[in-house]
């Protein structure tokens, strides 16, 4: 696309149909995200935003209108080919981490590899996910387990795996949801990392203290964009870490 753009949707919308009723989750829906955006959706429950977020993700495909991801249209496709598109250029981070409890963190970085293209000998994989958990801050903890982990390491086990494909772009669903404070900064902290790497991030969440660490606030209200603009102050979660350290 010519104007940067990874994401444009056109007049999306979304309807769920329960017997002979029509559920309308998101009415005519047009937007842009840019390369190397970090984007914060809001909005109260039911307002369509985790909706959007699944049409985002090629989790689910509108009822009418066009989504153009990396210029593509992927508004039409079917299941398999939606599938290929999520395991090639998207990353899922979720709040309730879903990592596989008797397996270890290394393991659990390595999962969507076992579905991808490539194709990596047992030693590219291990070598590959420990880079990968090495770069969320878990270097030496490649072989716990998720028990044996705090929920800010479980989350970062979940980024890990999320980025193991290198995605262009990571969407996070509430991914501080589950967390207290110090640990939902240095998470920020992580996801500010990644976008200055290059990934653009789109992040699901409720909190507006959360949502200012992104660079975008997107918020929607019955299934409508109602206010879509610039974080004026951008909060900068290192800087934050640091300020509680001397504290």
């Known amino acids: 696309m010519t104007d940067g753009a990874l994401v444009r949707l056109l007049e999306v919308h979304k ?11 998101v009415r005519g829906v047009s937007l842009e995200i840019k390369r190397g955006e970090f984007v914060a ?19 689910d495909r ?7 991801l990396d210029d593509a249209d992927v508004s039409g496709l079917n299941r398999d080919q939606l599938a290929d598109i999520r395991n090639r250029k998207i990353g ?12 270890s963190a290394r393991e659990n970085a390595e999962l969507p ?9 047992h030693a590219q994989l291990r070598e590959k996910a420990d880079r990968v958990l090495s770069s969320v801050g878990l270097g030496g903890r490649e072989d716990h387990h998720p028990s044996q982990l705090s929920g800010g390491q479980q989350q970062r086990v979940a980024i890990a795996r999320a980025l193991i494909n290198d995605p262009e772009m990571l969407l996070a669903d509430e ?8 640990t939902s900064v240095e998470i ?30 997107v918020i929607m209200r019955d299934g409508l964009i109602t206010h879509d603009h610039v974080v004026a102050r951008r909060l900068d979660a290192t800087d934050q870490i640091k300020r509680r350290a001397n504290e």
């Open 15 to 25: 309807v769920y149909r329960t017997g002979e009723m029509e559920v309308p989750a």
């Open 41 to 59: 959706l809001m909005g109260a429950s039911g307002s369509g935003k985790s909706t959007l977020m699944n049409m985002l993700g090629c989790l």
């Open 62 to 68: 509108p009822s009418s209108g066009q989504y153009f």
């Open 92 to 103: 899922f981070v979720f709040q309730n981490f879903n990592l596989l409890p008797r397996t």
């Open 113 to 121: 590899l076992i579905y991808s293209a490539q194709r990596l000998s």
């Open 175 to 182: 991914p501080t949801g589950n967390l207290d404070s110090r």
């Open 188 to 217: 920020m902290a992580i996801f500010q990392q990644l976008n200055e790497r290059g990934i653009t991030i789109v992040m699901v969440t409720h909190e507006q203290d959360i949502a200012a660490y992104a660079q975008r606030n």
